[in-house]
């Protein structure tokens, strides 16, 4: 988050710091454990502040002293001071900057992998209701931007207030005239370079937010969707005439920054040079000048151009500090928020895993007030195959979400072998079931490394081995480099159905006992869907197969089929027992469907 330049703070971090108050105390605590180098850290800011301040005073031995009395050594000191001052003041910062900054890198790593810990253990519904990108922004630009409030922030507050304080010392010490004169001149300076400083804030912005307007007009009316809906609607003119008086209003903006970008160069041209003038005038006045030598108006005129922009950053800490704030308010909502599926305190452990799933008396709701799922008793006998069909919304991927505790029920309980899923490790429960869903997702990696992912101690033949029964190795074979193909982003390079074979063969080198096919074979097209399941039908026989499809052709052959409707289930059978019941599965299939044999 860049900082303001000066002013008032930035709405946006106001409104941030009152939704989500953060301590001061709290940020303090993220430095605790480096406090040694934090002081050390203030400590070289303090001592190259200091040592900084010899300069002025040894140009003062120079001009009033060496060189009128010609006193060759004094003046070989003098120098040398100079430039020693100039090299301690260049190392210390060296070593501050290094510093500084491992501390921030520390400090960024720990928020940095925490909230990515956390985020991982949140549910899905976290994820469906935040904004896309949201979660990258505050992981990536948020944090990285906290770099700034150890290295430049917290340091330039330290260095600044030093300086000035030193400064004022110095000057006072060097002519306590020119110090009051300075106390006159330096405040309406100051608030002349503020007052001008502001005004271009104010206008960058509008013109900024104009910009914005006439992006989003040329994305909207120049897009191939843009364009057809506007020729269709006969907007094209109207479109025009708005973009021409965006683009007006920035020609009327531009003048203004560009005026105003001057106008503060002018402001701070006339300042550095108009102070330095009046303590020349000031030094010039016998009524004023006193015993002042010229070495000492040098070495004051010196000190007081360094204390100006010091001073000005001082004046800014309010604004600085609550940026600074907002960024930590942004991270910590996350960190606090709360994990609604959890590992249990006391996870219980399946030694022998025959894989009966048990749904008793299962409730769900995703807002906790229109129930998903209501008092659904279901039973799926180790080995045994269950099919869930019903109309879209019906709520079988949300059934079949608690088994894999994608989301935990609102009532009742989901059993593995008697145990309440939510009584074992999210690890463990991940090792017995196996989630095929109709939204594959591949890794930008190679197809070797994306099936590795599922179980990365594997070895080449078993991962092929994988691929085989699901389908897909003699598509990946005769690719020109197998399995160390590039999948490419979100896998676009391959179609729907090898995506999704790549997802079976993924799963299934895993070796679920427990297998969840959420319309696993949705994206495949006739042929391919036969043979990829009759591969699933392989490896289905003696594992529990929890199966959702909207082709009833697909799961004709399940031991139990269960219909759901709004959330409940209406039927229960086999495929035989249904249709001849002529109820909701016969409306659905329509016709009889054959079994398989």
Known sequence: MPRPETGRPSPADLDQLERNPVSLRRVLALFRPFRLQVGVVMTLIVASSAIALATPFLVRTVIDDALPQQDVTLLAWAVAGMVGVAAATSLLGVVQTWMSTTVGQRVMHGLRTSVFSHLQRQSLGFFTRTRGGEVQSRLTNDIGS???????????????????????VAMAALSWRLSLLSLVVLPPAIWLTRRVALMRREVTAA???????MQT????????????????????PAQSARFADT???????????????????????????GIPALIYLFAGLPATSGDMTIGTLVAFTALQGTLFRPLMGLLDVGVQLTSSMALFSRVFEYLD???DIADPVAPQTLAAVRGEVRLEHVGFSYDGQRPALTDVDLVVPAGSTLALVGETGSGKTTLASLVSRLN???????????VDVRDLSLAELARVVGV??????????????????ARPGATDDEIADAAR???VHQVIAALPDGYDTLVGARGHRFSGGEKQRLAIARTLLRDPRVLVLDEATSALDNETERAVQAALDEVARGRTTITIAHRLSTVAGADTIAVLDHGRVVEQGSHDELVALGGRYAALAGTPVAVPA
């Open 337 to 339: 928020l709360p994990v």
């Open 146 to 168: 906290m770099q700034s409030v150890v290295t430049s922030t917290a340091t330039s507050l330290a260095s600044n207030a030093t300086t000035v304080v030193g400064t004022a």
């Open 408 to 418: 935990d029920v609102t009532s009742g309980r989901v059993t593995i072998d008697g």
């Open 436 to 453: 095929v869903s109709q939204e594959t997702y591949l890794l930008h990696t190679t197809i070797r490394e994306n099936l590795r992912y």
């Open 207 to 213: 013109r900024q937010h104009r910009m914005a307007d």
């Open 247 to 273: 683009s007006a209003d920035l020609v009327a903006l531009e003048v203004r920054s560009q005026l105003a970008g001057r106008w503060r160069m002018a402001t701070m041209s006339i300042v550095f040079a």
């Open 469 to 471: 029964r699901a389908q």
């Open 217 to 236: 007009q040329v994305e909207e009316g120049l897009s191939i969707s843009g364009v057809q809906l506007g020729k269709t609607l006969g907007t094209g």
